[in-house]
């Protein structure tokens, strides 16, 4: 993880704090989520659980709501904290930590299994500031894939060593057939490559990159689409070719991590401005939930 400083801390906290993200696969696997050792706590008993989502402010799980667990929640007027566990690849032990929290709803999970509930859970106080980052970078690589989705880094030697890229491992597949290929640049919303090959031939066909990291060990898959071509100069057998990513697509590790050599190379007043920029969405975010709230509320009231 990253070395996030305390006025980071506040902002991710001010601008992201009602942001719900759903805990997918990917999202587990991106924030390094450790799900086995992840369990709520009553009356000094534990129960596993899973995390469907959360925000800084609440969380929902998935609970057995066993006997001896609705038991405890009678004896601690359905107060409860839950225990998040992440990763640390440079580290042996996890970050870990207890959120405190209370119980605001229920609600069966499915109807072949009457004994799944979801567990609404509104936090107590501020969570601390190890979830508030992990949570806080995730929203802030997904606002910033969205506003400067264009925004290309050069590849270089030494840019590649930042990033963690080992360039001689990267493949490029078109329609499953792979190639050699070096990397020009790469942005939020896609790449540049040369090639050896004719790339007419290649126009709007289905492209995947394979980007190997050396300091993790992962390789991320990145799918989209050649759209045009460009001839290299003094070169009739090589041609650098753009592929498109799919937005939706696009994997949450390597938003991170082209988010984070971004914040690096950003000036003072760039940072200031997007601060600005994400501090706007984010209210506009909280108006929209806020309204989404009282709907809710009024639908609620008219069903009774």
């Known amino acids: 993880m990253a070395f996030t400083t305390s006025q980071q801390i506040s902002r991710y906290y001010d601008t992201f704090s009602d942001q719900e993200i759903t805990f997918t696969k990917e999202v587990i696997h991106a924030i390094m989520l450790n799900p086995k050792d992840v369990?709520?706590?009553?009356?000094?008993?534990?129960?596993?659980?899973?995390?469907y989502s959360s925000s800084m402010r609440s969380s929902k799980v998935i609970v057995n709501?066993?006997?001896?667990?609705?038991?405890?929640?009678?004896?601690?007027?359905?107060?409860?904290s839950l225990r998040y566990s992440f990763v640390q690849p440079d580290k042996s032990d996890p970050l870990s930590f207890l959120v405190s929290s209370k119980i605001s709803a229920f609600t069966p999970y499915s109807r072949e299994n009457s004994?799944?509930?979801?567990?609404?859970?509104?936090?107590?106080?501020?969570?601390?500031?190890?979830?508030?980052?992990?949570?806080?970078?995730?929203?802030?690589?997904?606002?910033?894939?969205?506003?400067?989705?264009?925004?290309?880094?050069?590849?270089t030697e030494e840019i590649a060593g930042q990033l963690g890229l080992q360039l001689r491992g990267i493949q490029l597949y078109i329609q499953g057939v792979?190639?050699?290929?070096?990397?020009?640049?790469i942005s939020f919303g896609g790449a540049k490559v040369?090639?050896?090959?004719?790339?007419?031939?290649?126009?709007?066909?289905?492209?995947?990159?394979r980007l190997p990291f050396g300091d993790t060990g992962e390789v991320i898959d990145v799918e989209g689409s050649v759209i045009r071509f460009e001839g290299v100069e003094g070169r009739d057998d090589i041609a650098a070719i753009a592929i498109r990513?799919?937005?939706e697509r696009v994997p949450?590790?390597?938003?991170?991590?082209?988010?984070?050599?971004?914040?690096l190379q950003q000036s003072p007043k760039e940072r200031a401005a997007a601060e600005a920029r994400k501090q706007n969405e984010a209210a506009e975010a909280e108006k929209e939930q806020h309204a989404r709230r009282l709907r809710e509320a009024r639908s609620r009231r008219t069903n009774q």
């Open 39 to 51: 369990y709520l706590k009553c009356t000094g008993s534990q129960w596993p659980c899973v995390i």
């Open 65 to 80: 709501m066993q006997e001896s667990l609705k038991t405890a929640l009678r004896k601690s007027n359905n107060l409860v």
């Open 115 to 155: 004994n799944l509930s979801f567990m609404n859970l509104e936090f107590t106080q501020r969570p601390p500031d190890g979830l508030i980052d992990v949570l806080g970078s995730l929203l802030d690589a997904n606002t910033t894939s969205r506003n400067r989705k264009d925004v290309r880094i050069s590849i």
């Open 178 to 185: 792979p190639r050699k290929c070096v990397l020009r640049d």
């Open 194 to 209: 040369v090639i050896i090959g004719v790339p007419k031939l290649l126009l709007n066909k289905e492209a995947m990159i």
């Open 245 to 247: 990513f799919d937005d």
């Open 252 to 263: 949450v590790r390597l938003k991170l991590r082209l988010n984070e050599y971004l914040k």
